[in-house]
């Protein structure tokens, strides 16, 4: 296993729909390991298979960051089956590092998906989980959190990562 490079803002494939998984064979396998200890390594709480440069609809989530490996999500082709509520809350992201902003998510919501061994999973979730499979479910919708900001908001941010990139710190 090994930790891959995690992607920043500015390279196009963090605002591309990824591709459906249609075998899990090895080489998808490897990826979701990968994944996880590059989300460890971090440290993340989640991970898309587009911040490591791969246009796959996969995802790693792991609220504990390691410590409870009972608390692993791996998924596959996740999907929002349906959302309610609201709550704003602060939220940040590996592929745009330094960059903290309250954005609004679901508060309850249900996700499916597939495991590693081909099983369907469903995830009802609240809370801390909720956000994280909508941040990374964004993620494989081609779009981040950033997006979710009010317009002025975003102008600031993205103008302030266009600086960054200049500069080389991104």
Not at 25 to 38: F, G, H, P, R
Not at 145 to 165: G, T
Request: net charge positive.
């Amino acid at each position: 296993m090994s930790i891959i490079q995690i992607t920043k803002y500015g390279n196009p494939i963090l605002t591309k729909r990824a591709e459906e998984i249609i075998n899990i064979d090895k080489y998808i396998e490897k990826l979701a390991q990968n994944m996880v200890q590059t989300m460890y390594a971090a440290p993340g709480i989640g991970l898309a298979a587009p911040q490591v440069n791969q246009g796959k609809r996969l995802i790693t989530i792991d609220l504990s960051v390691g410590e409870k490996s009972q608390n692993l999500i791996v998924l596959i082709n996740p999907e929002l089956i349906s959302q309610e509520g609201e709550i704003v809350s602060e939220e940040g992201c590996l592929s745009i590092p330094d960059i903290n902003e309250k954005v609004a998510r679901p508060s309850r919501v249900v996700v499916k998906g597939v495991d590693l061994k081909e099983h369907e999973n469903i995830y009802e979730a609240e809370g801390p989980l909720a956000r994280v499979l909508c941040h990374e479910i964004d993620h494989l919708n081609g779009k981040l959190f950033i997006d979710r900001l009010s317009s002025l908001k975003r102008s600031i941010v993205k103008k302030k990562l266009k600086k960054w990139i200049q500069e080389g710190k991104i």
